[in-house]
């Protein structure tokens, strides 16, 4: 039954865009870093995987993890200026970086193959299915890989690393002055947020099997602001529940279309509109997003005090 | 090749002749004609490239004054201010095209509507998060939704569909070997006289005082009964006129259209940090040298200094056009990495 | 703030089951997809292929539709993105379960739709795309329009001939479709001893191009050869004229597609195009021209129109003729059709080649002039 295979498409994109949230709530909702240029470890994550298979002839486990390595290192590169450069400084920063590497994958021909893009990407496993049930296959796969990545961000999360990176987010300064190295910790968080965010990438690009810059332009880290400012910062369940809502949201006009009196560009403009709204009237009257952080409340021991 | 019509005489102008020739008369063994080499044209216009430099940085420093006065008393980088002159641009085009009206009356028409609509937005999202004393991050990730609402309210209202003001195509006329339109003399001139009276705003007027006092210590202005929101709802009225004249400017240079606002985001955040945050020469400086880099480094061939001043036979290098969208993003990355209080400092 | 995402998740999940729900019935009509980009690009353009499109449809129906049942196109907007693309898509296929998809415009968003499509076993006509990737693609993937070597090489052919100059500066948009003509133009006119001083690639959608103006003309080209998108094409053409570099009879402009290069310019600044030569497919059947003006009350400006008019009517001839919608057999008589239906674009002529593609185009040639296209 074809609906099953849009349904199973839609949760596949569904799980990527989580696994994108996620990231991007590590670095804005745990560890306070702002990143407006988001997509470029998507890109990255997704030009080196099919990159190193397509034309280096790498296995596909050696392109996934070519992909979060190096955008990995892409989250090394750009972290480093956060010593010395304010919050807002860095976001404007990352903004033009994020639109720097699309121009990079656009204009480095020779390598990426330039606006022609990538074309016929291997997917992992594909001679094990057959044509029906390989959707499902990637389906699992990328919920496993969210699973797995949900796991692992929480334990880092739940470490005392991660108690250190929230510290960071509530008072930098408190925290340097307790002897932190809040820049090492910063790298830490930038490094993995941008493994998560190519591992994103590399699933994208074996999944679509063709990928050119034009994929990567900075509506889609707009898009993944949206998500994780309705779903609520600081949680990562909050981030998989914002992917949900703001992707339905995206396709569901494709569904009420026939029943709305307008234009197909009107409901586009609408659909942007009410996206560029939900972000403003979130962050004014529900900051904490549809789910909430739970912070733990350490209650003093009167007796310690005394 | 002489033109047989007459209307446009050689390409070369008098600046042409000149060439950059003074800037290395300091190297010792550089012959004149390794001049023209770092330099990629072979009939360089570089008054052309001047020219071309001082209308883009005309447009371009009327909307950085805006945001880098928003972003030195409120303290949050405003996204959407680029948004709101476009706003404006559209409201100059419905006067103008739908009423009939002159551009000149339709731009003192639309820009206090659109200040209007600037102060609106104040007033509803972000004077409550100042109240709430929230981050200056939410402020800024703030500006950033209304400016995607914004950008498809307009497409919504105007469709997305290109527009241009009704004026009719002029042929340039030639000052100094580049060639100009009377509409780009024009914005030249414009924007200096706006340089002209903001000056003036801010160091003849009570609101300018009051303005330099908020911005150099806010707790001790209001201690000095100023009363801040009443100055900072004038910036944003001085902010929003001067951004819908610079988006205007633009409308009428080039092209009208919703996604605008977007476009150029980049290079007025870019000239607005080049010059240092707070800083209104500054920002017009910043505008400026933006505008050079952007036109001159298409021009620039870099085999010269590759070969080590002629030590090696190396073909042209000139950078890709492909990049020339990078240009302003990468000098906004340098100048934030390297002096990240631009380049006449902060103040 | 739980119920709150009870009611937004349940409202979604219900739109999707009332639409789930909606789809079958006893006398229903045949559907195909129509994959056309409405937002992202000149408003013009999709208008003119909607129009198309619905023509073809209601001049199928008033003739008796297909297998004896009406026939429905089932419109979804690209964006000119890829994502929405391949939702766009994916919703076709899995959802309204078409066997038969066309349309397109972007060559960067319609290839992985194509290489879906091949996968899925549904065939996809092309009406605009051009990138010769779709020839890789596979048999389920195929062309009414010319691929873009055919334009590339044409004008570089008649770039040569006509202006006799030996130096060439070139400016392309750089995504797909600029990009292969941009390559196909380079081999022709090295092939033909010309020499090519400049290559500008520029971004589309930026509202400053005097930099690469002045860089295509930096190194004394004596002939300009280029491609534009109308937003783009205004501009260009309005600031090279402002510069002083819009000299025709010293400097010839020749453009790879006329139409669809200036169909802003030649309604805004016509003035400044006089003299400008280029190619641009044949003119649209003038039944259809006709046609078309009755309907919209103005003629196509662009040729899409007619691009997608042929697509449908084609689609719908094939599977008049195959007596059914099962995608092999469509394509095997769309082969067959070919011979003999006489198209309303590019000359008309429709003849397959081996992958599915046309191989063969006929321009002709134009010169602006008065601020019209006139045959030269």
């Given at each position: 039954m074809?609906v099953?295979?849009?349904?199973?498409y839609l949760?596949?994109?569904?799980?990527?865009?989580?696994l994108?949230?996620?990231?991007?709530n590590?670095?804005?909702g745990?560890?306070?870093?702002?990143?407006?240029g988001q997509?470029?470890?998507?890109?990255i994550?997704?030009?080196?995987?099919?990159l190193?298979?397509?034309k280096a002839g790498?296995?596909?486990?050696?392109?996934?993890?070519?992909?979060?390595?190096?955008?990995?290192?892409?989250?090394?590169?750009i972290?480093?200026?956060?010593k010395s450069l304010k919050a807002d400084y860095?976001?404007?920063?990352?903004?033009?970086?994020?639109?720097?590497?699309?121009?990079l994958?656009?204009?480095?021909?020779?390598?990426?193959?330039?606006p022609?893009?990538?074309?016929?990407?291997p997917?992992p496993?594909?001679w094990?299915?057959?044509?029906?049930?390989?959707?499902l296959?990637?389906l699992f796969?990328i919920?496993?890989?969210?699973?797995?990545i949900?796991f692992?961000?929480?334990l880092?999360?739940?470490?005392?690393?991660?108690?250190n990176?929230k510290?960071i987010r509530?008072?930098?300064d408190?925290?340097?002055s307790?002897g932190?190295?809040t820049r090492?910790l910063?790298?830490q968080a930038?490094v993995?947020a941008?493994?998560?965010?190519?591992l994103?990438?590399?699933?994208?690009?074996?999944?679509?099997?063709?990928?050119s810059?034009?994929n990567?332009?900075?509506i889609?880290?707009?898009?993944m602001w949206a998500?994780?400012i309705v779903?609520?910062?600081?949680?990562?369940?909050?981030?998989i529940?914002?992917?949900?809502v703001i992707?339905l949201f995206?396709?569901s006009?494709?569904?009420?279309?026939?029943y709305v009196p307008?234009?197909?560009d009107?409901m586009a403009?609408l659909?942007?509109v009410?996206?560029g709204?939900?972000?403003?009237?979130?962050?004014?009257?529900a900051?904490?997003?549809?789910i909430?952080?739970?912070?733990?409340?350490?209650?003093?021991?009167r007796?310690?005090?005394? | 090749?002489?033109d047989p019509t007459g209307?446009y005489?050689?390409?070369?102008g008098l600046?042409?002749?000149v060439?950059?020739?003074?800037?290395?008369h300091f190297?010792?063994?550089a012959?004149v004609?390794t001049?023209?080499k770092?330099?990629?044209?072979?009939?360089?216009d570089?008054?052309?490239?001047?020219?071309?430099s001082?209308?883009?940085?005309?447009e371009?420093?009327l909307?950085a004054?805006?945001?880098?006065?928003?972003?030195?008393?409120l303290k949050?980088a405003?996204?959407?201010h680029?948004?709101?002159?476009?706003?404006?641009?559209f409201?100059?085009?419905?006067l103008n095209?739908?009423?009939?009206l002159?551009?000149?009356?339709a731009?003192i028409?639309?820009?206090?509507?659109?200040?209007?609509?600037?102060i609106?937005?104040d007033?509803?999202?972000f004077?409550p998060l100042r109240r709430?004393?929230a981050?200056v991050?939410?402020?800024?990730v703030?500006s950033l939704?209304?400016g995607?609402?914004?950008?498809n309210i307009?497409r919504?209202i105007?469709?997305?569909r290109?527009?241009t003001?009704a004026?009719?195509i002029?042929?340039?006329?030639?000052i100094?070997?580049a060639?100009l339109?009377?509409?780009?003399i024009?914005?030249v001139?414009?924007?200096f006289?706006?340089m002209?009276i903001?000056?003036?705003?801010?160091?003849?007027?009570?609101?300018g005082?009051?303005?330099?006092?908020i911005?150099d210590n806010?707790?001790l202005?209001?201690a000095c009964?100023?009363?801040?929101e009443?100055?900072?709802?004038w910036m944003?009225?001085i902010?929003?006129c001067?951004g819908?004249m610079g988006?205007t400017?633009i409308?009428?240079?080039?092209?009208?259209?919703?996604r605008?606002?977007?476009d150029i985001?980049i290079?007025?955040f870019?000239a607005?940090i080049?010059?240092?945050?707070?800083n209104?020469y500054?920002a017009m400086?910043?505008?400026?040298?933006?505008?050079?880099a952007?036109n001159i480094?298409l021009?620039?061939?870099?085999?010269y200094l590759?070969?080590?001043g002629g030590?090696?036979?190396?073909g042209?290098?000139?950078?890709s056009?492909g990049?020339?969208?990078?240009?302003?993003?990468v000098?906004l990355v340098a100048v934030l990495l390297?002096?990240?209080?631009?380049?006449l400092g902060?103040? | 703030m739980?119920?709150l995402?009870?009611?937004?998740?349940?409202?979604?999940?219900l739109?999707?089951l009332i639409?789930?729900g909606?789809?079958?019935?006893?006398?229903e009509?045949?559907?195909?997809?129509?994959?056309?980009?409405i937002?992202?690009?000149?408003?013009?353009?999709?208008e003119?292929?909607?129009?198309?499109?619905k023509m073809?449809?209601?001049?199928?129906?008033a003739a008796?539709g297909?297998?004896?049942r009406?026939?429905?196109?089932?419109?979804?907007?690209?964006?000119t993105r890829?994502?929405?693309?391949?939702?766009a898509a994916r919703?076709l296929i899995?959802?309204?379960?078409v066997?038969?998809?066309?349309?397109?415009?972007?060559?960067g968003?319609?290839?992985?739709?194509?290489e879906?499509?091949?996968?899925?076993?549904?065939?996809?006509?092309?009406?605009?795309?051009t990138?010769p990737?779709?020839?890789?693609?596979?048999p389920?993937c195929?062309?009414?329009t010319?691929v873009?070597?055919?334009k590339?090489k044409a004008?570089?052919?008649?770039?040569?001939?006509?202006s006799?100059?030996k130096?060439?500066?070139l400016i392309?948009m750089?995504?797909a479709?600029?990009?292969?003509?941009?390559?196909?133009?380079?081999?022709?006119?090295?092939?033909?001893g010309?020499e090519?001083v400049?290559?500008v690639?520029y971004?589309?959608n930026?509202?400053?191009?005097?930099a690469?103006?002045?860089?295509l003309?930096?190194?004394?080209?004596?002939?300009i050869?280029?491609?534009?998108?109308?937003?783009e094409?205004?501009?260009?053409?309005?600031?090279?004229?402002?510069m002083g570099?819009?000299?025709?009879?010293?400097v010839?402009w020749?453009?790879?597609?006329?139409?669809?290069?200036?169909?802003e310019?030649l309604?805004k600044i016509?003035?400044?195009?006089?003299?400008i030569?280029g190619?641009?497919?044949?003119e649209?059947?003038r039944?259809?021209?006709?046609?078309?003006k009755e309907r919209m009350g103005?003629?196509?400006?662009t040729?899409?129109?007619?691009?997608?008019?042929?697509?449908?009517?084609m689609?719908?001839?094939?599977i008049?003729f195959a007596n059914s919608?099962?995608?092999?057999?469509?394509r095997?008589?769309?082969?067959?059709?070919?011979?003999?239906?006489?198209g309303?674009?590019?000359?008309g002529?429709?003849?397959?080649?081996?992958?599915?593609?046309?191989?063969?185009?006929?321009?002709?040639?134009v010169?602006i002039?008065?601020?019209k296209?006139?045959?030269?």
């Amino acid at each position: 039954m074809p609906v099953i295979y849009f349904l199973i498409y839609l949760l596949t994109m569904i799980g990527i865009y989580s696994l994108l949230a996620m990231s991007l709530n590590f670095q804005v909702g745990f560890t306070g870093l702002i990143n407006f240029g988001q997509v470029a470890f998507f890109c990255i994550g997704a030009y080196a995987s099919s990159l190193l298979v397509t034309k280096a002839g790498a296995p596909l486990i050696l392109g996934f993890v070519g992909g979060m390595a190096l955008s990995g290192l892409f989250g090394y590169i750009i972290s480093i200026p956060t010593k010395s450069l304010k919050a807002d400084y860095w976001a404007i920063a990352t903004l033009a970086g994020g639109e720097v590497v699309r121009l990079l994958a656009l204009n480095e021909g020779w390598l990426t193959e330039g606006p022609f893009g990538v074309m016929s990407i291997p997917q992992p496993l594909r001679w094990l299915f057959s044509k029906d049930s390989y959707p499902l296959f990637y389906l699992f796969l990328i919920a496993a890989c969210v699973l797995i990545i949900y796991f692992v961000l929480s334990l880092l999360t739940n470490s005392p690393f991660g108690r250190n990176l929230k510290a960071i987010r509530d008072e930098e300064d408190l925290c340097l002055s307790l002897g932190k190295n809040t820049r090492k910790l910063k790298l830490q968080a930038m490094v993995v947020a941008g493994m998560v965010a190519g591992l994103a990438g590399a699933l994208f690009a074996h999944y679509i099997t063709y990928i050119s810059p034009e994929n990567f332009k900075p509506i889609e880290t707009f898009l993944m602001w949206a998500m994780i400012i309705v779903g609520g910062r600081g949680n990562h369940l909050g981030a998989i529940l914002g992917a949900v809502v703001i992707q339905l949201f995206n396709v569901s006009t494709r569904f009420i279309g026939g029943y709305v009196p307008l234009g197909s560009d009107t409901m586009a403009a609408l659909r942007m509109v009410i996206i560029g709204l939900l972000i403003v009237l979130f962050l004014l009257y529900a900051p904490e997003g549809l789910i909430r952080e739970r912070k733990k409340v350490y209650h003093l021991k009167r007796k310690h005090i005394e | 090749m002489e033109d047989p019509t007459g209307a446009y005489p050689g390409r070369r102008g008098l600046i042409s002749y000149v060439k950059l020739v003074i800037p290395f008369h300091f190297l010792p063994h550089a012959r004149v004609d390794t001049y023209s080499k770092v330099l990629g044209y072979y009939n360089m216009d570089f008054s052309q490239i001047i020219a071309n430099s001082l209308v883009r940085g005309a447009e371009l420093s009327l909307l950085a004054i805006g945001l880098t006065m928003v972003f030195d008393i409120l303290k949050f980088a405003n996204f959407a201010h680029a948004d709101y002159a476009v706003l404006g641009a559209f409201l100059v085009y419905s006067l103008n095209q739908v009423l009939g009206l002159s551009l000149f009356l339709a731009v003192i028409l639309a820009a206090p509507a659109t200040a209007l609509i600037g102060i609106c937005i104040d007033t509803a999202i972000f004077k409550p998060l100042r109240r709430k004393e929230a981050k200056v991050v939410t402020a800024m990730v703030c500006s950033l939704g209304i400016g995607i609402a914004l950008r498809n309210i307009l497409r919504l209202i105007w469709t997305s569909r290109t527009k241009t003001y009704a004026i009719p195509i002029q042929k340039p006329i030639e000052i100094l070997g580049a060639r100009l339109t009377f509409t780009q003399i024009g914005i030249v001139l414009t924007g200096f006289i706006s340089m002209v009276i903001f000056h003036l705003l801010l160091h003849r007027t009570k609101f300018g005082k009051a303005l330099r006092a908020i911005s150099d210590n806010r707790v001790l202005a209001s201690a000095c009964a100023i009363d801040s929101e009443k100055v900072i709802k004038w910036m944003w009225f001085i902010a929003c006129c001067y951004g819908v004249m610079g988006g205007t400017m633009i409308a009428m240079e080039h092209l009208l259209y919703p996604r605008l606002g977007f476009d150029i985001l980049i290079p007025v955040f870019c000239a607005a940090i080049l010059g240092g945050i707070g800083n209104p020469y500054g920002a017009m400086l910043g505008a400026l040298t933006l505008a050079l880099a952007e036109n001159i480094v298409l021009a620039l061939d870099f085999s010269y200094l590759i070969s080590l001043g002629g030590l090696f036979e190396v073909g042209p290098i000139q950078i890709s056009t492909g990049y020339k969208p990078a240009i302003s993003f990468v000098i906004l990355v340098a100048v934030l990495l390297f002096r990240p209080t631009g380049i006449l400092g902060r103040k | 703030m739980r119920r709150l995402v009870d009611v937004v998740v349940t409202s979604i999940l219900l739109g999707l089951l009332i639409n789930v729900g909606a789809v079958g019935g006893a006398e229903e009509p045949v559907r195909i997809g129509l994959l056309c980009p409405i937002t992202g690009t000149q408003a013009v353009m999709s208008e003119d292929m909607l129009t198309g499109a619905k023509m073809a449809v209601e001049e199928t129906n008033a003739a008796g539709g297909v297998l004896g049942r009406p026939l429905e196109l089932i419109v979804e907007d690209t964006e000119t993105r890829p994502a929405p693309g391949m939702d766009a898509a994916r919703k076709l296929i899995g959802v309204d379960r078409v066997e038969i998809l066309t349309g397109g415009f972007s060559s960067g968003v319609s290839l992985p739709i194509a290489e879906y499509a091949q996968e899925q076993g549904v065939l996809y006509v092309l009406a605009v795309p051009t990138s010769p990737l779709f020839r890789d693609v596979g048999p389920c993937c195929m062309s009414i329009t010319v691929v873009d070597s055919f334009k590339g090489k044409a004008v570089a052919d008649f770039a040569v001939e006509d202006s006799g100059k030996k130096k060439f500066a070139l400016i392309h948009m750089n995504n797909a479709f600029g990009q292969a003509i941009k390559q196909v133009t380079i081999n022709r006119l090295k092939e033909l001893g010309a020499e090519i001083v400049t290559e500008v690639d520029y971004e589309l959608n930026k509202v400053d191009y005097k930099a690469e103006l002045l860089r295509l003309f930096a190194k004394d080209p004596e002939a300009i050869v280029g491609t534009w998108y109308a937003k783009e094409g205004l501009v260009t053409a309005k600031q090279a004229y402002e510069m002083g570099l819009l000299n025709v009879d010293k400097v010839p402009w020749y453009v790879s597609e006329i139409t669809s290069s200036y169909a802003e310019a030649l309604d805004k600044i016509p003035e400044v195009l006089e003299g400008i030569k280029g190619l641009d497919p044949l003119e649209p059947g003038r039944l259809f021209s006709e046609k078309f003006k009755e309907r919209m009350g103005r003629e196509p400006i662009t040729a899409f129109a007619a691009h997608y008019y042929d697509a449908v009517r084609m689609i719908a001839m094939a599977i008049n003729f195959a007596n059914s919608t099962d995608p092999a057999a469509v394509r095997d008589t769309l082969f067959e059709i070919d011979d003999w239906y006489r198209g309303m674009s590019y000359g008309g002529d429709k003849r397959f080649d081996e992958d599915g593609m046309q191989d063969h185009a006929q321009f002709r040639k134009v010169i602006i002039q008065n601020g019209k296209k006139v045959d030269y």
